[in-house]
């Protein structure tokens, strides 16, 4: 059965629409380079086929996210990280461009690594910085806040990267980051939407705050593949 919206599962919605040229796939399983994102996509009822195509596409013991996956991990798939997240979609944010804010570009990247590491806003590698526009906002010249375009499903496009170096936090910097960034999403005819932590009370205030909306409860998890597939009973995930 297809999702009901795309949404429900934006990241095969993405890399079958605007970012198939990223594509790598197996049967109907689909992932983002390595360098690019850690996404993965399965199908919304995968089967046993499936979950094969998963193995040999990830390799025997390699640990695979499945972002939004609500189905039944098969026996034998262990779970290795699992939170509870929230979808939330432009519900009449205020977007605007910001004088302040400059288009990163793959000179920027070990600048924007360190911010991420030093922030943990989430996922960010070497080459995700090819999946939309990323602007960030300096002082003194050096990075000081980023945010940025991941996923994108058909007329949709998800902000996300968002983060403020700890000194410079309390200055409205990812507010005006996110406000520029979906400006740009809007000139597109797109709508913006995000996802975040279902216990990052600050960060959701923060987004409904600017005119975002829950649209959904989802979950992120990581899952690790068998070393040895067999066949076994599905086990539902909590």
Not at 166 to 190: C, D, K, M, W
Not at 194 to 213: D, K, P, V
């Amino acid at each position: 059965m297809s999702a009901a919206h795309v949404l429900d599962n934006p990241a095969l919605a993405s890399l079958t629409g605007p970012h198939a040229p990223f594509a790598e796939r197996r049967g109907r399983v689909l992932r983002y380079p390595l360098g690019v994102s850690p996404w993965l996509a399965l199908p919304d009822e995968p089967d046993a086929q499936d979950w094969a195509d998963l193995a040999a596409l990830a390799g025997p013991g390699a640990e695979v996210p499945l972002p939004g996956f609500r189905g039944q991990v098969p026996d034998g798939w262990e779970i290795t990280f699992h939170i509870e997240g929230v979808q939330l979609v432009d519900h009449g944010l205020a977007a605007a461009p910001d004088p302040e804010a400059v288009r990163l570009t793959p000179a920027d990247v070990p600048e924007m690594l360190d911010l991420v590491a030093r922030t943990r806003p989430g996922p960010f590698l070497p080459r995700t910085i090819e999946l939309g526009t990323y602007l960030g906002i300096r002082r003194g010249g050096t990075l000081v806040a980023m945010a940025g375009e991941r996923l994108h499903p058909p007329g949709w496009t998800e902000i996300s990267a968002v983060c403020t170096d700890p000194a410079f936090r309390g200055q409205g910097l990812a507010t005006r980051l996110i406000r520029a960034v979906a400006h740009g999403i809007r000139a597109r005819g797109e709508t913006p939407f995000l996802h975040t932590g279902a216990h990052n009370a600050g960060a959701i205030r923060l987004y409904e705050s600017l005119g975002f909306r829950l649209r959904r409860r989802t979950a992120f998890l990581e899952v690790r593949v068998p070393e040895t597939l067999g066949e076994g009973r599905a086990v539902p995930v909590a």
